[in-house]
């Protein structure tokens, strides 16, 4: 069974924007979560590109400070990426991240959505 669904990637050109969106499958509960953003470069480790915690508090990898936004709606369990201004860099393999830090304590991976930035 698929918890988290992303959606949302594509092909864009440098400068274009995308909106990726996570979102928990019908029963699941995510608002007391840590939820996130990774990605996965070809040939590279996969890294943190943004995260939100439950009380809305925000991180931000240096790469996509002041380009990506995240976001989350609570109501009905979904987060959000707003990708502005995209380059070639950020070219990879897009996964959602759900850490619950609270008991009972488990973490959670989507299946990845691609994001490619080419001209």
């Known amino acids: 069974q698929v918890i988290l669904a992303e959606s949302g990637g594509g092909l864009v050109q440098p400068g274009g924007s995308l909106r990726l969106t996570c979102a928990a499958a019908?029963?699941?509960?995510?608002?007391?979560?840590?939820m996130a953003w990774h990605r996965q470069a070809p040939g590279k480790e996969r890294e943190l590109v943004a995260s939100v915690d439950r009380f809305g508090a925000t991180v931000y990898a240096e790469a996509v400070k002041g380009r990506f936004t995240i976001s989350r709606v609570n109501s009905n369990n979904t987060v959000y990426l707003q990708m502005d201004n995209l380059n070639v860099n950020d070219t990879g393999v897009y996964y959602c991240?759900?850490?619950?830090?609270?008991?009972?304590?488990?973490?959670?991976w989507g299946q990845g959505t691609q994001v490619t930035v080419s001209s």
């Open positions: 991240h759900e850490n619950k830090r609270t008991w009972p304590m488990y973490e959670r």
């Open positions: 019908s029963g699941f509960n995510t608002k007391l979560s840590t």
